[in-house]
């Protein structure tokens, strides 16, 4: 009966709000910055990093501009700094994301993007290397991200996927023209 499907719905999204749910945005709403800042209370650091990163990043953040720093060391100078790796995205995009789980009393603990989650994903041996590359060829985009010994060092992410490059060759092979996924 619909009473029973209804039941068995609630239950199933109270089991999903005490989950551990993880979510990715598109990494095209997504910018990272390394910056260098005084050593300080951790409890700090956030808001250090979003005022140096709007200082800083290229473009400028714009007004809805949300942001999160990883510590990623220490740097031992005659004045101590921290080193962070500053994700920057739009609250618009995260939003959007984000609204579709927040309507049923879902938040996530991690907010992430693909490219992120794979370079979460390698084996510690794999941390150990000096210089990796991951390269992340969608349809749409193309995600890239250095790391040196498991740690994040560069992401850019370009609006050219593999949805782009086919068309592109069966156009000049067909004289054929594609739509653009959604």
Known sequence: SKSEEYGKLQTKVKELQQAKIATAIHSRHVTSALLTIP????????RAAAFEAR?????????DAVFDALIL????TKTSKLELLVVKTERPGLDER?????SVGIIPRLITTSSFALLNALTKE?????????INFGA?????????????????????????????IASERSGATFATPG
């Open 39 to 46: 050593r300080m209370p951790r409890k700090e650091v956030p």
């Open 55 to 63: 200082r800083t990043m290229i473009p400028t953040p714009g007004p």
């Open 73 to 76: 060391g220490d740097q031992k």
């Open 98 to 102: 984000l609204g579709p789980l927040q």
């Open 126 to 134: 794999d941390h150990q290397i000096d210089n990796l590359a991951i």
């Open 140 to 168: 749409t985009t193309l995600d890239i991200v250095i790391a040196k010994q498991g740690k994040q060092r560069f992401f850019r992410s370009a609006s050219f996927g593999c949805f782009g490059l086919t068309t592109q």
